[in-house]
């Protein structure tokens, strides 16, 4: 079993497959490595593809509590990079994934090839802080008092998740199934450090203007939360796409993998290829008609 060991002692399993540029893939919090199977396939024809559990999901370590912040995430996604021996990578992280690999462009802009920022967006809108944190909070109630094989019947069917239930029953089924199967203790200190205490995104405005890496911004038409968040992203990032899967709920990647794996994969040639651009200046003059006074 191949684990990556972090810098203050926990160890990350891993899985790895193909050759070329390294690929990252970062799971969501309902989620695990497994749920990146059908693009560990996909893009493991062509490129070093990477799938990790993070901290609380075993077989990687499920460390005490204080251990999980959103930094701690960001720096994971480091401690595998180092363990495969990739000094630069494309990332792509969805959702609680997503917000890592964001934060990982800010911070280690000479260790990102590419960023993929995938469903991110929740509690990040300012009026919707308050009450994100006070979901969080019930749901790590929840996930103790219940344990995680009832805490997934519940989670699972959120109203962002439904639409992957009515298009695919079988593929929904798995995916509730392995949510079943993680660890009560993870998931309520992962719920606790690392989602209901990372920065609002709008408090992230300037570091994201300095985002100098490609990225892709995607999420689905009906995931309410990331909608104005994803707007928010592609307006900051001068670097940034913004693409918006439709008829699609918050688990992008398995709900839709043929069209999620078709806008990372035409992103990747680009990026690749030196072709993905930086926004020319003059579409953000403000102007609707771009016509001054007078003319």
């Known amino acids: ?55 609380g999901y075993p077989p990687s370590d ?3 509590v204080g251990m999980y912040s959103q930094d701690i995430a960001r720096d994971d996604i480091l401690t595998v990079m180092d ?15 997503g917000f890592a690999a964001l934060h990982f462009a ?16 929740y509690g990040a809108e300012p009026d919707k802080q308050d009450q994100f944190r006070r979901e969080t909070a019930v749901t790590a109630r929840l996930i103790e008092r219940q344990g995680a094989t009832e805490f997934a019947l519940a989670y699972s069917l959120g109203p962002t ?24 203790d993870g998931a309520a200190r992962t719920i606790l450090g690392v989602q209901r205490e990372r920065p609002s995104l709008f408090q992230l405005k300037d570091r994201m203007a300095k985002i100098t890496a490609p990225t892709l911004v995607l999420t689905g038409d009906e995931d309410w939360p990331c909608l104005l968040p994803g ?5 900051c990032i001068p670097t940034a796409a913004l693409v918006v899967m439709p008829n699609c709920g918050h688990t992008i990647n398995i709900e839709d993998p043929q069209a999620f794996n078709s806008a990372v994969d035409r992103f990747l040639a680009e990026v690749e290829s030196g072709t ?18 007078g003319e």
């Open 62 to 64: 499920v460390p005490e």
């Open 83 to 97: 363990a495969v021996g990739s000094e630069q990578a494309h990332i792509v992280g969805l959702s609680m994934g």
């Open 161 to 184: 998740r439904v639409q992957f239930q009515n298009k695919n029953p079988r593929g929904f089924q798995e995916f509730q199934d392995q949510l079943a199967e993680h660890s009560t």
């Open 106 to 121: 800010m911070e280690y802009p000479e260790r990102t090839l590419s960023a993929v920022v995938a469903g991110c967006g």
């Open 231 to 235: 707007i928010l992203m592609k307006e």
């Open 1 to 55: 079993m191949a684990t990556a060991t972090s810098k203050d002692g926990v160890k990350l399993y891993y899985e790895a497959t193909g050759e070329g540029p390294t690929v990252i893939f970062v799971h969501e919090f309902a989620g695990d490595m497994r749920a990146w199977e059908l693009q560990m396939r996909h893009f493991g024809r062509r490129y070093h593809c990477v799938a990790y559990n993070a901290r």
């Open 276 to 293: 993905w651009p930086t926004r020319d200046p003059r579409a953000m003059s403000g102007a609707i008609l771009g016509l001054k006074d």
